[in-house]
């Protein structure tokens, strides 16, 4: 008799234990299938630019659940898409904010930094050119290409705008920043403005070793020699650079 209600007792608890696992593997598939919901809503919204609500849907998986780490993964992607489709229509503000806040060790990271240099040039540039607005209207093609070659001769402004065109190892950007410094040399007012803006030139030169950029900066000085030299206060310093960037093409 001892020997049948003990069997009674294991087959039930036999029974009741197989109950609970057969309903935990029903909660944990539920479970499952939520996050996987969840992940996949996410990661679809991201794909179409609905980045809110990417990341409301991606925030709704737990750290318990295995689409966590992928999900964590997206919703740092999201600022640097966001600060792309910001750059695309041209909202540079917003854009610089969103790549500011992509991680550092971001799989976007390098390339944020980029976009941000690239922005900071480009609104840089833009505020050194003197607008159209600003000086005489007119319907010549040769006029208007003078006016947009006319720019602020801040030299403060144009040393960022160089620092940047070399952070960014862009030679096309390090070019045009020289014709601003060549301009600037052209148009200075004073030897103070002409001595800083031969630096500048002399710095660039200096930091940057491709061919073309010196064979610029020494086509500049040697078809403007005869006018430079008249300067006596200048004629070292441009004595000094023309032998540097002969040296250098040798």
């Known amino acids: 008799m001892k020997i049948k209600i003990s069997n009674k007792k294991s087959n039930f608890i036999i029974a009741l234990f197989l109950c609970i696992l057969l309903c935990g593997c029903s909660w944990f598939g539920d479970y499952a299938q939520h996050g996987n919901d969840s992940y ?16 409301a849907k991606l925030r709704e998986i737990s750290p318990e659940s295995p689409y966590y780490p992928q999900a964590v993964w997206l919703i740092q ?11 695309e229509k041209q909202q540079l503000e917003v854009a610089i904010s969103e790549f500011s806040k992509v991680p550092l060790h971001g799989e976007h990271y390098s390339e944020a930094q980029h976009y941000i240099d690239l922005i900071n040039y480009e609104m840089l540039y833009d505020q050194l050119r003197i607008s159209s607005k600003n000086s005489h209207h007119s319907n010549s093609s040769q006029e208007k290409k003078a006016e947009e070659i006319k720019f602020n001769y801040d030299i403060v402004l144009i040393t960022k705008l160089v620092d940047i065109a070399e952070k960014m190892g862009d030679s096309k950007k390090v070019i045009e920043s020289i ?38 900066a020494l086509n500049f000085l040697l078809a403007d020699f005869s006018e430079l ?11 000094q650079l023309v032998g540097n960037l002969k040296m250098e093409l040798m």
Not at 77 to 87: C, E, H, L, N, S
Not at 186 to 194: D, G, L, N, V
Request: hydrophobic residues 35%.
């Open 179 to 216: 014709d601003i410094v060549i301009s600037g040399i052209k148009h200075s007012s004073s030897r103070s403005q002409t001595e800083d803006f031969l630096m500048l030139l002399e710095k660039i030169v200096s930091k940057n070793k491709e061919k073309r950029i010196h064979e610029k």
């Open 40 to 55: 996949e809503a996410g990661k679809k919204a991201l794909n179409e630019g609905k980045f809110e609500l990417a990341k």
């Open 229 to 239: 030299y008249q300067k006596a206060e200048i004629r070292p310093q441009i004595f």
């Open 77 to 87: 992607k999201v600022p640097f898409k966001k600060g792309i489709d910001a750059y």
